[in-house]
Protein backbone atom coordinates (compact mmCIF):
# COMPACT_ATOMS: atom_id res chain seq x y z
CA UNK A 1 0.00 0.00 0.00
CA UNK A 2 1.20 3.28 -0.98
CA UNK A 3 0.27 7.37 0.72
CA UNK A 4 -0.73 9.45 -1.29
CA UNK A 5 -0.25 13.33 -0.69
CA UNK A 6 -2.98 15.65 -1.72
CA UNK A 7 -0.65 17.13 -4.85
CA UNK A 8 -1.91 13.76 -6.52
CA UNK A 9 -5.13 14.83 -6.22
CA UNK A 10 -4.79 18.38 -6.81
CA UNK A 11 -2.79 18.02 -10.31
CA UNK A 12 -5.44 17.02 -12.33
CA UNK A 13 -8.29 19.17 -11.00
CA UNK A 14 -5.57 22.34 -11.88
CA UNK A 15 -3.51 21.41 -14.25
CA UNK A 16 -3.23 19.38 -17.58
CA UNK A 17 0.25 19.04 -18.28
CA UNK A 18 2.81 15.32 -17.90
CA UNK A 19 2.88 15.45 -13.93
CA UNK A 20 -0.98 16.09 -13.57
CA UNK A 21 -1.38 13.29 -16.25
CA UNK A 22 0.80 10.96 -14.01
CA UNK A 23 -1.14 11.75 -11.19
CA UNK A 24 -4.30 11.20 -12.50
CA UNK A 25 -2.94 7.49 -13.72
CA UNK A 26 -1.97 6.74 -10.15
CA UNK A 27 -5.70 7.75 -9.24
CA UNK A 28 -7.34 5.76 -11.86
CA UNK A 29 -4.77 2.49 -10.80
CA UNK A 30 -6.30 2.80 -6.79
CA UNK A 31 -9.64 3.54 -8.40
CA UNK A 32 -9.57 0.66 -10.07
CA UNK A 33 -8.27 -1.34 -7.44
CA UNK A 34 -4.71 -2.08 -9.38
CA UNK A 35 -3.06 -0.27 -6.87
CA UNK A 36 -3.46 -0.10 -2.49
CA UNK A 37 -3.28 3.45 -0.93
CA UNK A 38 -4.19 5.85 1.89
CA UNK A 39 -4.22 8.83 2.46
CA UNK A 40 -4.79 11.43 5.67
CA UNK A 41 -8.12 13.37 6.49
CA UNK A 42 -5.89 15.85 5.96
CA UNK A 43 -6.30 15.98 2.09
CA UNK A 44 -9.33 16.23 2.39
CA UNK A 45 -8.88 19.69 4.00
CA UNK A 46 -5.93 20.49 1.37
CA UNK A 47 -8.19 19.40 -1.51
CA UNK A 48 -10.71 21.42 -0.63
CA UNK A 49 -9.15 24.61 0.36
CA UNK A 50 -6.95 24.91 -2.62
CA UNK A 51 -9.69 24.05 -5.02
CA UNK A 52 -11.97 26.93 -3.43
CA UNK A 53 -9.55 29.13 -3.36
CA UNK A 54 -8.32 28.42 -7.02
CA UNK A 55 -11.59 27.19 -8.92
CA UNK A 56 -14.55 28.28 -6.17
CA UNK A 57 -16.71 26.91 -3.19
CA UNK A 58 -19.40 25.05 -5.54
CA UNK A 59 -16.55 23.28 -7.07
CA UNK A 60 -14.55 22.37 -3.92
CA UNK A 61 -17.95 21.12 -2.50
CA UNK A 62 -18.21 18.76 -5.51
CA UNK A 63 -14.78 17.70 -5.31
CA UNK A 64 -14.72 17.04 -1.25
CA UNK A 65 -17.46 14.89 -1.47
CA UNK A 66 -15.82 13.26 -4.79
CA UNK A 67 -12.55 12.54 -2.39
CA UNK A 68 -14.34 11.27 0.47
CA UNK A 69 -16.35 8.78 -2.02
CA UNK A 70 -13.13 7.84 -3.57
CA UNK A 71 -12.71 4.59 -5.06
CA UNK A 72 -10.60 2.12 -2.84
CA UNK A 73 -9.11 4.92 -1.32
CA UNK A 74 -8.65 4.09 2.77
CA UNK A 75 -8.60 7.29 4.62
CA UNK A 76 -5.92 6.93 7.83
CA UNK A 77 -7.80 9.28 10.57
CA UNK A 78 -4.67 12.50 12.26
CA UNK A 79 -4.63 11.31 15.87
CA UNK A 80 -2.30 12.99 19.01
CA UNK A 81 0.00 9.94 18.29
CA UNK A 82 0.62 11.55 14.63
CA UNK A 83 0.55 14.98 15.60
CA UNK A 84 3.57 13.82 17.94
CA UNK A 85 5.28 12.45 15.23
CA UNK A 86 4.68 15.10 13.34
CA UNK A 87 6.23 17.68 16.16
CA UNK A 88 9.31 15.03 15.92
CA UNK A 89 9.90 15.49 12.23
CA UNK A 90 9.35 19.57 12.21
CA UNK A 91 12.17 19.58 15.37
CA UNK A 92 14.62 16.85 13.23
CA UNK A 93 13.90 18.57 9.42
CA UNK A 94 12.97 21.62 7.62
CA UNK A 95 9.06 20.54 7.42
CA UNK A 96 6.00 22.41 7.30
CA UNK A 97 3.01 21.15 9.76
CA UNK A 98 1.34 19.43 6.75
CA UNK A 99 3.96 17.94 4.86
CA UNK A 100 5.15 16.96 8.78
CA UNK A 101 1.69 15.25 9.97
CA UNK A 102 1.50 13.72 6.07
CA UNK A 103 4.89 11.91 6.75
CA UNK A 104 4.12 11.48 10.49
CA UNK A 105 0.61 9.90 9.12
CA UNK A 106 2.46 7.60 6.38
CA UNK A 107 5.28 6.55 8.81
CA UNK A 108 2.85 5.94 11.54
CA UNK A 109 0.65 3.41 9.12
CA UNK A 110 3.83 1.84 8.22
CA UNK A 111 3.62 2.67 4.82
CA UNK A 112 6.80 3.46 3.78
CA UNK A 113 6.25 4.89 0.41
CA UNK A 114 4.56 8.03 -0.56
CA UNK A 115 3.82 9.22 -3.76
CA UNK A 116 4.18 13.05 -4.38
CA UNK A 117 5.89 15.41 -6.25
CA UNK A 118 6.91 17.69 -3.15
CA UNK A 119 11.01 17.04 -2.99
CA UNK A 120 10.45 18.38 0.90
CA UNK A 121 9.64 14.89 1.72
CA UNK A 122 13.10 13.39 0.50
CA UNK A 123 15.59 12.38 2.77
CA UNK A 124 13.07 11.69 5.68
CA UNK A 125 13.83 8.68 7.20
CA UNK A 126 12.03 5.91 7.08
CA UNK A 127 9.91 7.35 4.18
CA UNK A 128 10.46 7.10 0.32
CA UNK A 129 9.06 9.80 -1.91
CA UNK A 130 8.02 8.19 -5.44
CA UNK A 131 7.21 10.92 -7.80
CA UNK A 132 3.69 10.19 -10.17
CA UNK A 133 5.45 9.24 -13.25
CA UNK A 134 7.09 6.31 -11.15
CA UNK A 135 4.52 5.27 -9.51
Known amino acids: MKYLDANIFLL????????????????????TGEMSAATSLLTWDEVV??????LGKDVARAEGRKLLGFPHLR??????RIAWKAQELR???DLGPRDALHAATALTADLPAIISTDTDFDGIPGLQRIGPERA
Not at 49 to 54: C, I, L, Y
Open 49 to 54: RVVQKT
Open 12 to 31: PLLYQDKRSAAARSVLVRVA
Open 91 to 93: EQM
Open 75 to 80: FLDLTT
